[in-house]
């Protein structure tokens, strides 16, 4: 199991109203892999919450709000340029 792991809350609105769609999480090990699962997500219809990195079990960062979306702006323009 790694020291560091990525706990993304996010909601799937497109298949229900923002205010009824239900909450899930999803763990990542890596920044780049949560990130890149919320430009899919954002993709289809959905919304990310925040993004909680956690060090041995404890919360240590969190990105929501406008700082979430910049990063992921920031990785959809890093996926684009690759294609």
Do not use: W
Request: hydrophobic letters at 35%.
């Amino acid at each position: 199991m790694s020291d560091i792991l990525f706990i993304l809350n996010y909601k799937k609105t497109k298949i229900a109203p923002p205010e009824t769609a239900t909450d899930y999480n999803k763990t990542f090990p890596t920044r780049t892999s949560a990130l890149n699962f919320c430009v899919v997500l954002t993709k289809l219809g959905g919304e990310a919450v925040e993004l909680v990195q956690k060090i041995h079990g404890e919360e240590d960062a969190v990105l929501d709000g406008p700082e979430l979306e910049q990063a992921v702006d920031s990785q959809r323009t890093h996926l684009n340029a690759g294609r």
